[in-house]
């Protein structure tokens, strides 16, 4: 394909791209098709020869397309959203042409410097403590990763290492430290709420070590309090552990609950204090393996500081509101946090801006300098390289759709755009907060989630209603939902965060959950 095929092609794309756009409301949500399908319906191996773009985008509309769950479709009310904008395609169009891995600053200078300054704009507009700028007081500064899922197994490795460290370094260097620190390894433990995403669970997964929860209950509002992080501290120090690393959640997956964040950092201020004074700088070993030996060891001697990450994954885009920043302060005591602008800022995925609180406990964990990569910027120490931020080397320019979509927007746009989502929840909620013939409410509206549902005699009773009405509600066509477990109790979650969704389809997904929970309560009714 030379130039000016390309721009043909590429015009022609742009038209399709546009039709496709309007024709999402027409198409059902979820693709139409049964595992398997599309094997057969391509060849068993790749063309010798090559083809042309008008054979193979007929394909694509006839092969694909069917295959395609419409995501930004005014019914799709499953997961968190992703998010999209035209600003951001245009960008993402930039981006591919620049094609580069862009690992140092030398590849371009301008991704890594795009980066920094779109990250600190963004920063300060979602109201972060002034450690997490680049030019902050603790050299801290904000990176963009592909996806919560790879911030938090980055921090951790970051995590795991400072707290080793830590743990150590009354120790000179040599084979006894060496044994130490492999002593300190075996025993660590990764902590996260019962409700925070199972990425930090798969991320321990990763790095070899322990997981654990801490437990959340309905009083709390399923959020993790400052006491039950103190219990299970305890509890798990009982045993001889460590814990190293903790995921507090500002809008937990199930039901977007924010943790209690002033008192987790109060506990682990004392918890750090106390560790200060009860620390007598020697480490003791038990060779018969006595847990209450092993446990009276650990207590006595030098341990880390846990490293306590916010993942904000979807809700963290709300910061952006006034009324929603006074919960920042308390993030000034932790050490990193991250949202994705993929899911509800219109910025196409994969785009996840994690800050941390001091850049050097990255770059001591992940920098690694072979003679290949040294350049006399990356040796000046002037420049930041990115891939010291990252566990992969090569990185997008994912900043320039960022870029786009916060000039584009600008940050009363992107307001108005979050507020809109969080109104539609609260729509959605009081509609079913007035049929309590029909529906409870599993919590009230939070952020754009409304969780709910169908009322019963008992537990099993609305257990086995809620899953019928859910699977009949995605069987129709109309809505993609998804559901959650919690604590034994089976729910609905509705979210309202696609850019699509307006009040009429809000109307329209309350009147087809009203008319399928009518229906089935009533066969229910004939049966008995």
Same mark, same amino acid.
């Given at each position: 394909?030379?130039i000016?095929e390309y721009?043909k092609q590429?015009k022609k794309?742009?038209?399709e791209? *546009? /039709? ?8 059902p ?5 049964s595992?398997? +399908? #599309?094997?057969?319906?391509l060849?068993d191996a790749a063309?010798?020869e090559g083809e042309s773009?008008d054979?193979?985008t ?6 694909? #397309? ?8 005014p019914g799709?009310?499953a ?12 960008a993402e ?5 620049f094609?580069?891995?862009?690992f ?6 301008a991704?890594?410097?795009?980066? &920094?300054?779109?990250l600190d704009?963004?920063a ?10 680049s030019?902050?007081? !603790?050299?801290g ?8 899922s790879e911030a938090?197994?980055?921090v951790m490795?970051?995590a795991r290492?400072?707290?080793l460290a830590q ?9 006894d430290k ?8 075996s025993r660590?433990v990764a ?13 321990a997964?990763?790095?070899?070590v322990?997981?654990?929860t ?6 709390s509002?399923y ?6 992080l103190?219990?299970?501290l ?6 001889g552990?460590?814990?190293?690393y ?10 977007c *609950? ?6 987790i950092?109060?506990t682990?201020a004392a918890d750090?204090?106390?560790n200060?004074?009860?620390?007598n700088?020697?480490?003791?070993t ?5 847990t ?10 030098p ?7 916010v993942d904000? *994954? ?5 910061l ?13 005591s932790f050490?990193?946090f ?6 509800w ?15 050097? /406990?990255l770059?001591?964990?992940l920098?690694i300098?072979?003679a290949?990569l040294?350049?006399?910027f990356s040796?000046?120490? #002037?420049?930041?390289? +990115? ?13 320039l ?6 000039r584009? +927007?600008? =940050?009363?746009g ?7 989502? =969080?109104?539609?929840?609260?729509s959605?909620?009081d ?6 013939d029909l ?6 509206a939070r ?10 005699a ?8 809620t899953? &019928? ?6 069987a129709s066509g109309?809505?993609?939902?998804t559901s ?8 609905i979650?509705v979210s !309202? ?7 009429e389809h809000?109307?329209a &997904?309350?009147d ?7 229906a089935l #309560?009533?066969?229910v009714?004939?049966?008995?």
């Amino acid at each position: 394909m030379d130039i000016n095929e390309y721009r043909k092609q590429a015009k022609k794309a742009v038209d399709e791209i *546009a /039709d496709y756009y309007e024709s999402i409301p027409s198409r059902p949500v979820l693709a139409d098709v049964s595992p398997g +399908y #599309l094997r057969p319906l391509l060849p068993d191996a790749a063309p010798f020869e090559g083809e042309s773009m008008d054979a193979i985008t007929a394909d694509l509309q006839s092969k694909i #397309l069917p295959g395609i769950t419409h995501w930004a479709h005014p019914g799709f009310m499953a997961f968190f959203a992703c998010t999209a904008s035209h600003p951001a395609n245009i960008a993402e169009m930039w981006s591919n042409a620049f094609n580069g891995a862009h690992f140092n600053w030398i590849c371009s200078p301008a991704v890594t410097e795009l980066e &920094t300054v779109v990250l600190d704009w963004l920063a300060k507009a979602l109201a972060l403590p002034e450690c997490f700028l680049s030019g902050g007081p !603790t050299h801290g500064g904000g990176v963009l990763h592909g996806s919560a899922s790879e911030a938090i197994v980055t921090v951790m490795v970051a995590a795991r290492d400072r707290y080793l460290a830590q743990a150590t370094a009354h120790l000179p260097e040599g084979e006894d430290k060496e044994e130490q620190t492999w002593r300190h390894r075996s025993r660590l433990v990764a902590l996260g709420s019962a409700g925070a995403h199972s990425s930090t669970k798969k991320a321990a997964q990763v790095l070899g070590v322990r997981f654990d929860t801490v437990p959340v209950d309905e009083e709390s509002g399923y959020a993790m309090t400052g006491e039950a992080l103190a219990a299970k501290l305890a509890q798990l120090r009982g045993k001889g552990l460590e814990p190293f690393y903790l995921t507090a959640t500002f809008g937990s997956t199930d039901v977007c *609950a924010v943790d209690d964040f002033v008192g987790i950092a109060a506990t682990l201020a004392a918890d750090n204090n106390n560790n200060k004074s009860n620390s007598n700088g020697t480490t003791t070993t038990t060779s018969n393996g006595d847990t209450a030996a092993a446990a009276a060891a650990a207590a006595a001697a030098p341990r880390g500081e846990v490293w306590v990450h916010v993942d904000g *994954a979807f809700a963290g885009s709300a910061l952006l509101l006034p009324e929603y920043q006074h919960l920042t302060p308390p993030f000034a005591s932790f050490h990193s946090f991250n949202f994705n602008p993929h899911k509800w800022l219109l910025t196409t995925f994969d785009c996840s801006a994690v800050w941390v609180r001091s850049r050097a /406990d990255l770059i001591t964990a992940l920098s690694i300098k072979p003679a290949y990569l040294r350049n006399e910027f990356s040796d000046s120490d #002037l420049v930041t390289d +990115y891939r010291d931020w990252q566990i992969p080397l090569g990185r997008r320019f994912r900043s320039l759709k960022l870029w786009f979509v916060l000039r584009s +927007y600008g =940050i009363a746009g992107l307001r108005a755009h979050v507020a809109r989502g =969080i109104r539609l929840g609260q729509s959605l909620d009081d509609k079913l907060a007035a049929r309590p013939d029909l529906f409870t409410l599993f919590t009230r509206a939070r952020f754009a989630l409304v969780s709910f549902r169908v009322v019963g005699a008992d537990e099993q009773e609305r257990n086995a209603r809620t899953e &019928t009405l859910y699977e009949t509600l995605n069987a129709s066509g109309k809505v993609y939902l998804t559901s959650t477990v919690v604590n034994g109790k089976f729910a609905i979650r509705v979210s !309202t965060s696609t850019a699509a969704v307006r009040e009429e389809h809000v109307q329209a &997904t309350f009147d087809l959950i009203v008319k399928e929970t009518e229906a089935l #309560l009533a066969k229910v009714k004939n049966t008995q």
